[in-house]
């Protein structure tokens, strides 16, 4: 069964940087296109940024100039490099990645969330 794994989350200080990691499990599996979303509790899961299958790039107002989305040359790997975090920036990120079969076939997968907690 095919899976996307994030990684990279952490605690870090206001201004700080992170980058999160999202893979797909199935060797053969590539992304197509993809996007980082990410959930407060008690609010909706918002869309941060996201990058099409032709790598056009888009990005929430509050991330511009401080996120960047890209895939690794391979297209096995979506990353979100964040840099400047704020406090508000605290949140559960989750990858949501479309994944292209060797078939050709592109189907949608969500990561299981990884924290980003940014605070003195």
């Known amino acids: 069964q095919v899976q996307v794994v994030e990684s990279g989350g952490g605690s870090v200080q206001p201004g700080g940087s992170l980058r999160l990691s999202c893979a797909a499990s199935g060797r053969s599996f590539v992304f197509y296109s993809g996007g980082w979303y990410r959930q407060v509790a008690g609010k909706q899961r918002e869309l941060v940024a996201n990058?099409?299958?032709?790598?056009?790039?888009t990005y929430a107002d509050f991330v511009k100039g401080r996120f960047t989305i890209g895939k690794d040359n391979a297209g096995r790997t979506l990353y979100l490099q964040m840099n400047d975090l704020e406090p508000e920036d605290t949140a559960v990120y989750y990858c949501?990645?479309?994944?292209?079969?060797?078939?050709?076939?592109?189907?949608?997968?969500w990561g299981q969330g990884t924290q980003v907690t940014v605070s003195s």
């Open positions: 990058i099409g299958s032709g790598s056009r790039t």
């Open positions: 949501n990645a479309y994944l292209s079969a060797p078939t050709g076939v592109v189907n949608r997968y």
